[in-house]
């Protein structure tokens, strides 16, 4: 065999992944030789290279560059998803500095670690072949095993980071199960190759299995019923600003490959497939919100909340087409916002020691703080899907591609659930504005935390009134993987 | 019955019983040891399926960083040392769902038409050199992806081990 030189891949396609990549080295390099407590410039850096790479993914979207490097594709569909990558990323990063601070663990470590995960999360998003989607995948939970665990005398960040790595090893396992019957039976890991052989063989129980494994891989990240039990102790033992992180960009990520293996490789399986996502779909709708009513805990309302809209997104998978997708894409867009800055108003009244976890903490929160009480009724009013706001915009394009292509019933199911919901999120406004205030509650008001909080009420209440733009962009990234 | 298979059936046979004995042995020590075996054996079976060098690596880091850092976790903390892992009550739901999937499985695997790689039965070929211009040309990305991930994964354990200065210390440490 001859070894030749491989030729060089073109770099400017890669760009997003290496402004991430090269960040978070410089975010430890610097770290090391910083003074020790002060960690704002660390996390200004991370912010910037997040915001970079954005851009450069932004205008990759625009003009998409073809590449040589095998099984990375970098397409405007993968472009979309690193920005929102990049963006949940910025605010994460935004609503952390102050809190770490307070809790004791301001570590220049963190924000290196968050670029790691978003590193993996931006290779899942554009990998085409198998073998890099996983190992995308993997770089992203362990980073986020790591994160779950990151205030470490704390018993239950303790309990949240060994239950999120045991269960989620576990569900890498079932993931890698069925690539490697996906590759007995097609002699391939690339998603095109899959696709062409899975298209001529007649449906064996193996191809089903391979697909049902896959399937239960990325449910497991993207919180499915029945694949949820981790989430809502993950989410209330993790610090918040990594619940936020965890609640978004691994989500986004999953539904990204999800998205892009099921309807290349497996294609011609659409009805098989679709008939399985049906069914976790509703599970995960009406189990999310029933259970999410009874919660009592803010984080773990917001877990089971989360839950919910992994439901609502499946829908939009389940119709499918231009239509389904490009919604589900908006969705995403839209979700980060709303749900980070959710995290962010629990950050705000957080006091070390979990209290402010508790959903009566935000009783006489309007009293207390005008401005803050507001935002967290806009996030609120949008999770629960209450126009003007971005979250109505995006469950009706859902919705509505569910009904145009002929799934009618599936979107009354999630029509219906999304009114069960306003009864939780309609409680914390209701206690927020209705009821006295308590103890006092104080509130850790940051500059950063405040920004982030207006960037996301602004997102918000833009997307929510004139949604064409982002929708727009949606569909240009969707025509390039339809 | 050729040389070969009968290795072939007492490595299969060695490492089916060790796997067993790993989940039903109560000393987690003896358990350990099982699993010594089963990876003996899984090694040994990546011979027979012409893999010489995926046997090596498992032998080298399975048997000798994996067992070994199990033993040490085992023998540095005491707590451990004499629990048992066995639950008798636990084996009936076990069983079924083992048993249900087990059938699933068996049946999947034998109706299959798996690929079969032509020439399979010939001559077994070193396959180090394969892999090498594989890793560092179609696959070049996912091997510099690892390079990362194992990156995450060290500065993960010194942040969760390194102990902090002047902090306050309330439950386990992880």
Known sequence: MTLSMPPIPNLHAIAPEIIVLLTSLLVLLIDLIQLRGKKGGLAFLGAAGLALAGIFSYKLLQHPLATDIPGFAVDAYAQFFKIIFCLAGLMVIGISVRYLTLEGFSLGEYYSIILLAILGQMIMASGTHLLVIYVGLELMAISLYILAGFFKHHPKSNEAAVKYFLLGSFSSGIFLYGIMMAYGLTGSLDLSVIAGKVAGAELTGLLLLAVIMMGAGFAFKIAAVPFHFWTPDVYEGSPTSVTAFMSVGPKAAAFAALIRVFSSAFGTLRVEWTTLFICLSIATMVTGNLVALRQTNIKRMLAYSSIAHAGYLMVGFVAGGELGISSMLLYLRIYAFMNIGAFGVVILLNRVGGIGDRIDDFAGLSKVSRASAFVMLVFMLSLAGIPPTAGFAGKFYIFMAAVKNGYVWLAVIGVLNSAVSAYYYLRVIMRMYMVEPGDEPVLNVSTALSAILLIAVVGIIAIGIFPGFCLDLARTSVTSIL | ?174
């Not at chain 2, 490595?11 to 020590?29: C, D, E, M, Q, R």
């Not at chain 2, 890793?135 to 390194?162: K, M, T």
């Open chain 2, 1 to 174: 019955m050729e040389l070969k298979e009968i290795i072939f059936f007492i490595l299969a046979t060695a490492t089916v019983l060790s796997g067993w004995l790993v989940v039903s042995l109560k000393n987690i020590i003896h358990s350990a040891f099982a699993l010594l075996i089963t990876f003996f054996g899984v090694g040994g079976l990546f011979v027979y399926l012409s893999a010489d060098f995926l046997a090596a690596t498992q032998i080298l880091i399975y048997v000798g960083g994996v067992m070994i850092l199990v033993l040490f976790a085992i023998m540095l903390s005491e707590k451990v040392y004499n629990v048992s892992i066995f639950h008798a009550s636990k084996i009936l739901p076990g069983l079924l769902v083992l048993g249900g999937v087990q059938v699933v499985l068996l049946r999947v695997m034998i109706e299959s038409p798996w690929r079969i790689r032509a020439g399979a039965d010939s001559v077994m070929r070193p396959t180090t050199e394969i892999l090498g211009g594989l890793l560092l040309n179609e696959y070049l990305l996912p091997f510099e992806v690892i390079s990362v991930l194992l990156l995450a994964a060290l500065i993960g354990a010194v942040v969760l081990i390194r102990k902090e200065v002047k902090r306050r210390r309330e439950g386990a440490c992880l």
